[in-house]
C-alpha cells in the first residue's frame, strides 16, 4: 500500500501516485579500532543491511517493520531509528546487538526521521497526515504534534540555531521550524517535488533536492532567501555536504549517477556512475568515502571521495533506500 507510493525508482512510477567487486585493501587504514557500520534500509525485503565499512560487506541483515524507508542514528551512537511506513511504526535497533529491540507507533505514513544531539527527541514526517511527530526515543511516548505542509519527506536538523527544516513535497517548499515554539515560522518556495535535504556544516545554506524539476534549490538560512538554482540529473532524490562543507553530493534516480556540486560556486564539478536508480547518501566523517544505496538492484556504491570514482558495489537486499543518516562508528 504505502510503500507503492513512496517508491520512486522511476518518472512513470511516480507519474501513476500523484542505486566490478574490488575491496581495497587500503581502506583499513582509514579507520581506527572502532567499528564502523552503513546501515541500509531495504524496502522491498523488510530489514536493514548492516555493512561493515573496513571489510566492504554485509555482516547482518536485521528484520524490521514493514516497507522500511528512512533512517537516523542516535547521537550517542547507541541505537538506529528506522522509518517503517506500510507498519506504522518505528523500529529502535541497539547498535551493540545489531537487533530490533523494539518498535513504537507512529502516524499513518511515517518518511522522514531524525533525531536531536541530546537524544530526547525523535523527530518523524508524517507523509499522510502532514504533520511531523515529537517523539521521545526511549519511552515512545508522543510528545508534541507539529502541523506542516503537504507530504513531509526529508529533514534537516540545525541545533545550534533551534531550527528543524522539512521538505514538502506536494507543496513545492521547505519550512522552516522553531523548535523552541515547536511552530513553522517560514515557508520557502523550492522546485518541484522537494524530497531530500542537506545542510553546510556551519548551518548557512539549505539544500532542497527537487525531483521533478531535477534540480537543487539553494537556501540561506539566514535571510530565508533562494540564493540561487543548481540543474542536476533527472530525478534527484537526496543529497550529503561533505564535512569540511566544500561540496554538496546528489543522487539522480534516471541517470544513476551522483552530482558533485562545488559549493563555493554552486557549480557542478563532476558526474560519477553509480549503480541503478540510487537513492539514499551519506559519507563518513572523514569525508573519504561515500556510500549511495541503489534502489533498482539492491546494491551498495561505494566511492573514493578524492578520487570521487566508485571503487565498491556492495550486495544488500531488494530496495535499497536508506534515506536520511545511516553511516555511524561504534567505539
Known amino acids: 500500500m504505502f510503500s507503492s507510493l513512496l517508491q520512486q525508482p522511476t518518472k512513470a512510477t511516480l507519474s501513476r501516485v500523484a542505486f566490478l567487486l574490488f575491496i581495497p585493501l587500503t581502506l583499513s587504514a582509514c579507520f581506527d579500532d572502532g567499528k564502523h557500520y552503513a546501515l541500509i534500509t531495504n524496502q522491498l525485503a523488510d530489514n536493514v543491511s548492516v555493512i561493515d565499512i573496513r571489510l566492504g560487506k554485509v555482516i547482518k541483515q536485521i528484520a524490521v517493520g514493514d516497507s522500511p524507508a528512512g533512517i537516523t542514528i542516535s547521537k550517542d551512537k547507541r541505537q538506529a531509528f528506522v522509518s517503517n511506513p506500510d507498519g506504522q511504526t518505528v523500529s529502535v535497533i541497539d547498535l551493540s546487538t545489531l537487533a530490533e529491540i523494539r518498535q513504537i507507533p507512529v502516524g499513518a505514513g511515517p518518511v522522514g526521521i531524525i533525531t536531536d544531539q541530546q537524544g530526547k527527541h525523535l523527530y518523524v514526517a508524517d507523509w499522510f497526515d502532514n504533520h511531523i511527530q515529537v517523539i ?196
Open 136 to 331: 521521545d526515543p526511549e519511552t515512545g511516548t508522543l510528545l508534541n504534534t507539529i502541523p506542516v505542509g503537504k507530504s513531509p519527506a526529508g529533514m534537516v536538523l540545525d541545533e545550534q540555531q533551534q531550527r528543524l527544516y522539512v521538505a514538502n513535497r506536494d507543496d513545492n517548499a521547505v519550512a522552516f521550524i522553531d523548535l523552541k515554539t515547536q511552530q513553522v515560522v517560514r515557508s520557502v518556495s523550492s522546485g518541484k517535488a522537494p524530497f531530500g535535504l542537506a545542510l553546510t556544516p556551519d548551518g548557512k545554506r539549505l539544500y532542497s533536492v527537487n525531483v521533478q524539476s531535477s534540480n537543487v534549490t539553494v537556501i540561506d538560512t539566514e535571510t530565508a532567501d533562494v540564493v540561487t538554482t543548481i540543474p542536476v540529473g533527472e530525478w534527484p532524490y537526496c543529497a550529503v555536504v561533505s564535512p569540511d562543507g566544500n561540496k554538496l553530493y546528489v543522487t539522480n534516480q534516471d541517470e544513476s549517477t551522483v552530482s558533485v556540486i562545488d559549493v563555493a560556486s554552486n557549480k557542478v564539478l563532476n558526474t560519477i556512475d553509480v549503480e541503478d536508480t540510487p537513492e539514499g547518501i551519506d559519507i563518513s566523517a572523514d569525508g573519504k568515502l561515500i556510500y549511495v544505496a541503489n534502489w533498482g538492484n539492491g546494491t551498495v556504491s561505494v566511492i573514493d571521495a578524492h578520487t570521487e570514482q566508485s571503487i565498491n558495489t556492495i550486495d544488500t537486499a531488494k530496495g535499497s533506500r536508506a534515506f536520511g543518516d545511516f553511516i555511524t562508528e561504534i567505539d
